[in-house]
């Protein structure tokens, strides 16, 4: 029979390359992975790791039970969660991903209002950009997965891209271009993108970057982009300093203090689709069904 703990040990081993490295990531001793390691081999009957010196690579049964371990981990969390909810037991844990703008803004108030309303369930919060949080949902390595993608931007997949997960709609984020107080353009209350053409461009994360390119495109201009961060603080303190204009978000213009920039409004409009992703088996989890639910209330209320 194999168990759950085993697996996970299985996993962890494949994904760090050792049993010391294994180990430190469960917080356990090298001996112990070694030992649960055998355990498992000996339940399904055949090796499932290659030793050769320092280097470890997985059998061809190792391969096959890693690629099973994830759904199978997430089903067993579900049935435990599931299991001690209907017992009465008031208590739940939700492990939530979200990129950084949605950290911000939509993430406080939805789990202010769910510690108000379940004070039982625990949610412990990491930050990610999309497609790295849906890669980490797949995984197992998450409940919930706040993501977004672009309407038809480069890297949106169509239906099929999330066709395997529970998609709950929380808004369309439109976004804004940034332009330094001085700007020529700081006043007006629409801009075209392709009158900002021979500007120097400061860029947000990879996919917002690619966005802009293709937007761009669309207009009839390559953007110069002379400055690329992550960090939406350095995008506006970049483009308040005068070293070029952005497009950002609305919500990522809300979690940090403007200064010394403008927004104006993009004409035709460009908006990225924002939403909350899991798993069909986890979203039957109370403590995650509730947690969807304040990310939607949070969201109608942006």
Known sequence: MIEARHLRVLRAVATTGS???????????????SQQMKALETSVGTPLLVRNGREMRLTQAGEALVRHASGILAG????????AAIAGLRAGRVRLVSFPS???????????????????????????????????????????????????????????????LVVRPLLADRLVGLVPEGHRLARAESVALGELADESWIAGCPRCRGQLVQACESAGFTPRI??????????????????????????????????GVRTVALEPAVRREIVALTLPDLAQVPAVAATLEQLGRAARRA
């Open 102 to 164: 949605g950290s911000s803004t939509l993430v406080p108030t939805a789990l202010a209002a769910l510690r108000a309303a379940h004070p039982g369930t625990r949610v412990s919060l990491e930050e990610a950009e999309p497609p790295k949080s849906v890669d980490l949902l797949r995984e197992g390595d998450c409940d919930i997965a706040l993501a977004f993608r672009y309407e038809g931007g480069p890297d949106a997949g169509g239906a099929e891209e999330w066709a395997d």
């Open 19 to 33: 049993f010391s490295a294994a180990g430190r990531e469960l917080g356990c001793t090298q001996p112990a992975v």
């Open 226 to 259: 002379d400055f690329a961060t992550d960090d939406y603080p350095a995008v506006v303190g970049l483009v308040g300093a005068g070293l070029g204009v952005a497009v950002l978000p609305r919500l990522a213009i809300e979690s940090v203090r403007p200064r």
């Open 76 to 83: 067993l969390t579900a049935a435990e969660e599931e299991v």
